[in-house]
């Protein structure tokens, strides 16, 4: 597990304070239920971007009681391996969500901005989003597909990988306005079919494309 707390990185090309002002938080609103934001807050109300992964495996020790029980144990484990991620990304815009969300839900000019992203396209109609990611420490451009509605107000918007190398991948994006500013919650937690990307790199390129990108977004939005 690795967590970014650098505001500015180099860009290759995609969360510590502890707070007690939780009593502040508004009814309801997302922050409740992230227990690592409640202890960042501070962290995020000075305009840094909490960006957090988690990758691992679902390994099981093999008990030795053959050699060919062995092998065959290992082969269907080998078939059967899961990898499993945990999310967050998390900012606090200057503005509302009023005047932040016109500049940010754009999704299909992400790539003239985020330089990670080398093609972005959205369907209004079907809902579809595709972003072709180019990171150099991945083995090749990854394309993820999802259904996304256009984020135009306040809300929790659920999202949902389709196909690629983590099927069925799901989250949500929660918008809510905190103290007149415009508060960006994405989170995801999933379990599914081993990939071929080493779980660090995969943290590293979650960690590192998120928090560069909503840096970028963040600045292409202030008044």
Not at 3 to 17: E, G, H
Not at 106 to 131: A, H, M, P, R, T
């Amino acid at each position: 597990m690795i967590t970014t707390f650098i505001s500015n990185i180099p860009v290759i090309i995609i969360f510590v304070l502890i707070s007690t002002a939780e009593a502040a938080l508004p009814e309801g609103n997302s922050l409740n239920n992230h227990a690592l934001l409640k202890k960042h807050l501070s962290y995020i109300e000075q305009g840094n971007i909490l960006s957090y992964a988690n990758v691992s495996d679902n390994s099981n020790s093999i008990i030795p009681l053959s050699i060919s029980k062995i092998f065959k144990k290992s082969q269907d484990e080998k078939a059967q391996a899961q990898q499993k991620i945990e999310f967050l990304v998390s900012g606090l815009h200057k503005s509302s969500c009023q005047q932040a969300l016109p500049h940010m839900n754009k999704y299909e000019d992400y790539q003239k901005y985020i330089g990670v992203i080398s093609e972005s396209y959205y369907n209004q109609q079907n809902k579809n989003l595709v972003f072709l990611f180019d990171f150099k420490l991945l083995p090749y451009q990854l394309m993820l597909q999802m259904q996304l509605d256009r984020i135009t107000k306040s809300g929790n918007y659920p999202y949902i990988l389709k196909g690629g190398i983590f099927p069925d991948l799901g989250g949500v994006i929660n918008v809510s306005e905190y103290n007149k500013r415009c508060l960006f919650i994405v989170s995801a937690n999933w379990q599914g079919p081993k990939s071929n990307i080493p779980n660090f790199i995969l943290e590293l390129f979650l960690e590192t494309v998120a928090k560069i990108s909503l840096e970028k977004l963040f600045r292409i939005s202030a008044p």
